[in-house]
C-alpha cells in the first residue's frame, strides 16, 4: 500500500528513473536492488535505527552504509543510498522506494492488486482471474494473493481505492441489511 508520498521522496525517485534513462542501469536492476535495501533494513532494527537517527554524524552513516551494501547492490544505488544519508532524507527511503515503484508501474504498464480469497486457489484459476483483469485494465496485472477465511467464499480484489468483493460474508451482510430494512 503505497502511503502519502513526500515531494523530496518524488524528487529522489525521479533521480533513480532518470539513471535508468539515461541507460547507467536498468529499472529491474534498481528495482531490485532497493528490494533487497528494504529487506536488509527491516530484518536490522539496529541498522534501521542508527541510519534513521539524526544524532549519528553523516560519516558515520556512509561508513556504515558502505559496510553494509557494497557486496550487496549497484555501486550506482550505493552512490544514491550515501547522497540521501548526506542529505539527512534516508528516513524518507521507503517513501522513496514507494515513489519509485509507482513510476515503475506507470512506465512498465503494470498495475498491482491484491485479491484475496477464503482458501487457496489453483494456479489455473489465478491465471483466469489475471487475464480478465489484464483485458479490463489494459495493464500488466502483478497480484498479491491474501488467504482470508473470515470471507468464507468468493473473492475480494482491491485495486487502487477500489474494491471489488464477491465475497459470501459481504453477501450476507447485504442480505442481512436488507432483510432489517424490510427491503426483501
Known amino acids: 500500500m503505497i502511503k502519502n508520498i513526500t515531494q523530496s521522496a518524488r524528487i529522489y525517485a525521479q533521480a533513480l528513473i532518470q539513471t535508468a534513462k539515461d541507460g547507467k542501469i536498468s529499472f529491474d536492476d534498481i528495482l531490485s536492488d532497493l528490494d533487497n535495501i528494504k529487506k536488509i533494513i527491516e530484518n536490522s532494527n539496529d541498522l534501521k535505527e542508527i541510519l534513521n537517527t539524526p544524532a549519528v554524524p553523516v560519516e558515520k552513516k556512509i561508513e556504515i552504509i558502505e559496510d553494509v551494501f557494497t557486496s550487496q547492490i549497484k555501486p550506482d544505488i550505493l552512490n544514491f543510498l550515501k547522497i540521501i544519508a548526506e542529505k539527512k532524507r534516508f528516513s524518507e527511503l521507503d517513501l522513496i522506494i514507494d515513489a519509485f515503484k509507482k513510476e515503475y508501474d506507470e512506465i512498465k504498464n503494470i498495475k498491482r492488486i491484491t485479491v484475496i480469497s477464503a482458501v487457496d486457489i489453483t494456479d489455473e484459476y489465478k491465471n483466469k482471474i489475471l487475464t480478465k483483469l489484464q483485458d479490463k485494465l489494459q495493464k500488466n496485472v502483478i497480484?498479491?494473493?491474501?488467504?482470508?477465511?473470515?470471507?468464507?467464499?468468493?473473492?475480494?480484489?482491491?485495486?487502487?481505492?477500489?474494491?471489488?468483493?464477491?465475497?459470501?460474508?459481504?453477501?450476507?451482510e447485504n442480505l442481512s441489511k436488507n432483510i432489517i430494512k424490510g427491503n426483501l
Do not use: Y
Open 143 to 172: 497480484a498479491d494473493w491474501e488467504i482470508d477465511a473470515s470471507i468464507i467464499g468468493g473473492l475480494i480484489i482491491h485495486i487502487d481505492d477500489n474494491i471489488i468483493d464477491t465475497s459470501i460474508k459481504n453477501k450476507l
